[in-house]
């Protein structure tokens, strides 16, 4: 089966500062790969997906993450940080070839510093 | 549009109770996902339905766990004889179908508290 590692539970950055969150994968067989967010007492939303297609992808309120073969990794960033983007962040990884069903990892806490 | 919904939002039971929850997908979704996701950790695959049949009930924890579709729309998934260590956030997914990389689409959760 597929696993996820996040590092850092917890990353704190000023308002208007770079926002980095790593993911990393385990897996010889490069797999889809998910960043969902969670704000408190909502469902999570997808931000991006990488599906093979361009490394770099580009997802929702400014968010990108980059998808890098030799690394295993598909680290988040955003270049600027809102108050708006405090929230739980979780990566998620999925088998291309075994079934739909997502492995996330433990999630990252975002606190934004006015 | 409507999203997925699950009902309750909230549930307090007692040890060694039978309870239900349920899940609303989006309209015209063929999969179906349910996950359980403890304090501080993230969502863990339990089941996921291709329409009305079990695709894969491979994360479901012990036979106390059980979850049915019975008309591919809406899902149940039962437990019985609650315990403590079943207190968590159950979430519930669907998607267009279970081919990926289809993005899923979750609910709001319920929080199940076992006392």
């Known amino acids: 089966a597929q696993s996820v590692t996040q590092l850092g539970s917890h990353v704190s950055v000023s308002e208007g500062a770079l926002v980095l969150l790593r993911c990393n994968y385990s897996?010889?067989?490069?797999?889809?790969l998910f960043w969902y967010v969670q704000y408190p007492n909502q469902g999570l939303q997808l931000l991006l997906k990488?599906?093979?297609?361009?490394?770099l992808v580009k997802g929702i309120n400014g968010f990108e993450a980059e998808f890098k073969k030799s690394e295993t990794s598909f680290h988040l960033t955003k270049p600027s940080a809102h108050m708006s983007d405090a929230a739980e962040y979780f990566c998620?990884?999925?088998?291309?070839?075994?079934?739909?069903?997502?492995?996330f990892g433990t999630g990252t806490s975002l606190t934004v510093i006015p | 549009g409507a999203g997925v919904s699950q009902t309750p939002s909230n549930k307090v039971t007692e040890k060694g109770k039978y309870v239900e929850l349920r899940c609303d997908p989006i309209?015209?979704?063929?999969?179906l996902y349910w996950y359980r996701q403890s304090l501080g950790q993230g969502p863990e695959f339990l089941i996921y339905?291709?329409?009305?049949?079990?695709?894969?009930d491979s994360g479901l924890p012990n036979d106390r766990f059980f979850a049915v579709r019975p008309e591919g729309s809406v899902s149940t998934l039962k437990i019985q004889r609650t315990e403590r260590g079943d207190s968590a956030v159950y979430l519930c997914?669907?998607?267009?179908?279970?081919?990926?990389?289809?993005?899923?689409?979750f609910g709001p959760g319920t929080r199940l508290t076992v006392l």
């Open positions: 997914a669907s998607s267009l179908e279970a081919s990926l990389p289809n993005e899923q689409f």
């Open positions: 339905f291709q329409g009305t049949g079990a695709a894969d």
């Open positions: 990488y599906t093979s297609a361009a490394t």
């Open positions: 897996s010889s067989v490069p797999p889809y």
């Open positions: 998620a990884v999925s088998d291309r070839g075994t079934g739909n069903q997502f492995y």
């Open positions: 309209s015209g979704h063929t999969a």
